[in-house]
């Protein structure tokens, strides 16, 4: 299990839509280390939850397998800057070369990347 800062210890919130569930998990293993529960995901030693953009390659690959593909958790990645996006140039094609390259590789435009 991964204990997470804004999340309770051995509950995962996910979601199918507009359903949300909470699931009670446990196990021998815990760490606040995403590194390390991965690899011991790697090694078999069990189930994690981690966000998709993390661990694509490893699914590409066949080294993971989606449990619950139709179950997610929501997680934002945002892009902290000083100045107004606007003010400069290559800091809006970062940010928006991030954000298209999130909805290409993850396929999820419906769940909002927003450039602001």
Same mark, same amino acid.
């Given at each position: 299990?991964?204990?997470?800062r804004d999340m309770t210890h051995g509950i995962w919130e996910l979601g199918n839509g507009q359903? +949300? +569930?909470?699931? +009670?998990? !446990?196990?021998?293993?815990?760490?606040?280390?995403?590194? &390390?529960?991965?690899?011991? *995901? @790697?090694?078999?030693?069990? &189930?994690?939850?981690? !966000?998709?953009?993390?661990? @694509?390659?490893?699914?590409?690959?066949?080294?993971?397998?989606?449990? /619950?593909?139709?179950?997610?958790? !929501? *997680?934002? &990645?945002? *892009?902290?800057?000083?100045?107004? /996006?606007?003010?400069?140039?290559? @800091?809006?094609?970062?940010?928006?070369? @991030?954000? *298209?390259?999130?909805?290409?590789?993850?396929?999820k435009p419906d769940e909002g990347y927003q450039v602001m």
């Amino acid at each position: 299990m991964t204990k997470e800062r804004d999340m309770t210890h051995g509950i995962w919130e996910l979601g199918n839509g507009q359903e +949300k +569930k909470s699931v +009670k998990v !446990s196990g021998h293993l815990s760490s606040n280390s995403g590194e &390390i529960v991965l690899q011991w *995901a @790697l090694e078999g030693k069990g &189930i994690m939850l981690r !966000s998709e953009w993390d661990v @694509l390659p490893f699914l590409e690959s066949g080294k993971l397998v989606q449990v /619950l593909p139709e179950y997610a958790q !929501s *997680a934002n &990645i945002w *892009a902290v800057y000083r100045e107004p /996006l606007y003010r400069s140039m290559k @800091l809006r094609v970062c940010v928006e070369f @991030l954000a *298209a390259w999130c909805q290409q590789r993850l396929g999820k435009p419906d769940e909002g990347y927003q450039v602001m």
